[in-house]
Each structure stands twice: as structure tokens, then as C-alpha cells.
């Protein structure tokens, strides 16, 4: 098993942060989402807000690629219509390159005991 943390911005609008959290409460995500996240090799995905920004914790299969994610991602109509869905509430984080949403953050502590 892997372990990712990302961070992504939402556009800072309550109401469209409020809709943002309606498309991701249970039941209202679309189930091909749910599909091509699981068909990729994500085991488990949670994400957290605080203001407008957004955490995630990923945890995958050994042999998860992002670059294999992207390109099946692309490749797929209903990821593409959810992803331009979600660019209305979603803005880069101001580091981000061109394109680039979600960010891999970098682990910087383990409490170990």
C-alpha cells in the first residue's frame, strides 16, 4: 500500500464551496467516478476542508501511477465532464503548474514511538 497527500484550493465563495461539499456528500457523486477511482488502484480516498482549502489522503495499490491514472482519466468522457464540473469551484493552488490541480504534498514528520 502507498500513501498520498494532495491540496487543492476551491474558488473562496461560501456558496460554491457549499455545492462543491453537496457533490461529494454520499449518494450525489456520480458512481462512474467512484469506478474509474477504484479501477486505477485507489483503495481508500478522504477528503478534508478548512476555508477553501482541500486535503486529501489517497491511499493505493503498490503499482498506482499517476501518469497511468491521467492518461485513463482523459480517456474517459464522464471523468472529463466531472473534472470540467469541478473546475467551477476549484481554483490552483498558486504554486501549480499549468493545468495541474491537485498537488502532492511532501511529508515532512512522522511521530513514531
Same mark, same amino acid.
Given at each position: 500500500?502507498?500513501?498520498?497527500?494532495? =491540496? *487543492?484550493? *476551491?474558488?473562496?465563495?461560501?456558496? *460554491?464551496? =457549499?455545492?462543491?461539499?453537496?457533490?461529494?456528500? =454520499?449518494?450525489?457523486?456520480?458512481?462512474?467516478?467512484?469506478? %474509474?477511482?477504484?479501477? =486505477?488502484?485507489?483503495?481508500?480516498?478522504?477528503?478534508?476542508?478548512?476555508?477553501?482549502? *482541500?486535503?486529501?489522503?489517497?491511499?493505493?495499490?503498490?503499482?498506482?501511477?499517476? %501518469?497511468?491514472?491521467?492518461?485513463?482519466?482523459?480517456?474517459?468522457? $464522464?471523468?472529463?465532464?466531472?473534472?470540467?464540473?469541478?473546475?467551477?469551484?476549484?481554483?490552483?493552488? %498558486?504554486?501549480? $503548474?499549468?493545468?495541474? $490541480?491537485?498537488?502532492?504534498?511532501? $511529508?515532512?514528520?512522522?511521530?513514531?514511538?
Amino acid at each position: 500500500m502507498k500513501k498520498y497527500c494532495l =491540496a *487543492l484550493d *476551491l474558488v473562496d465563495d461560501p456558496d *460554491l464551496i =457549499a455545492e462543491y461539499e453537496h457533490w461529494h456528500k =454520499a449518494g450525489n457523486g456520480w458512481p462512474e467516478i467512484k469506478d %474509474s477511482i477504484t479501477g =486505477a488502484g485507489i483503495t481508500q480516498m478522504e477528503i478534508y476542508r478548512t476555508g477553501n482549502r *482541500l486535503f486529501m489522503i489517497m491511499e493505493t495499490e503498490d503499482d498506482f501511477d499517476f %501518469s497511468r491514472k491521467g492518461r485513463m482519466d482523459e480517456l474517459n468522457p $464522464k471523468v472529463q465532464e466531472w473534472e470540467q464540473l469541478m473546475w467551477k469551484f476549484q481554483q490552483p493552488i %498558486s504554486w501549480a $503548474k499549468e493545468g495541474e $490541480k491537485w498537488i502532492i504534498m511532501d $511529508k515532512i514528520f512522522t511521530l513514531t514511538h
